[in-house]
């Protein structure tokens, strides 16, 4: 598996995300043999905040790497104090993936869309569970060493 960092491949995502993406939107994806398996697209940095969008194919697992990627971007990179992550209420796996990751929920939107409410998912740096924690250690090095 290999990570890209252009946006060759953000129009893809946006389509498997159903977003329409800002002009300054980036995205960090997860390739398997040249394929997309998995995608962060990231927009709305205000240099506080920053809005991510993240999306597995069903049946795959991304790299460590890019987990650690899509968290080491935005609060190492960019130095943002927050990550806003916007779920639909019937989107059960993204809920248990955010909240596993240190995101909290913030606020409900309700009857967003015919699938349910909009769930609004915050995290600050010192809540993520990925950049704070032993075990993801040695990946997040890895990771600062090559960029």
Known sequence: ????????????????????????????????DGVPIAGGVCEGFNTYTITAHIWIKEGKKPSKEWFAAIFDYPFNQLGVNKILGHVLSKNEKAIRLDEKF??????????????GDLLIY???????????SPAWASTIAKLQEAS
């Open 102 to 115: 240190g995101y909290t929920l913030e606020a409900v939107i309700k009857d967003y869309s015919p699938d």
């Open 122 to 132: 915050s995290m600050t740096r010192d809540k993520c569970r990925v950049l704070n």
């Open 1 to 32: 598996m290999t990570l890209d960092c252009t946006t060759m491949f953000l129009a893809t995502l946006c389509r498997e995300l159903n977003l329409a993406p800002s002009a300054l939107a980036q995205c960090i994806v997860c390739l398997e």
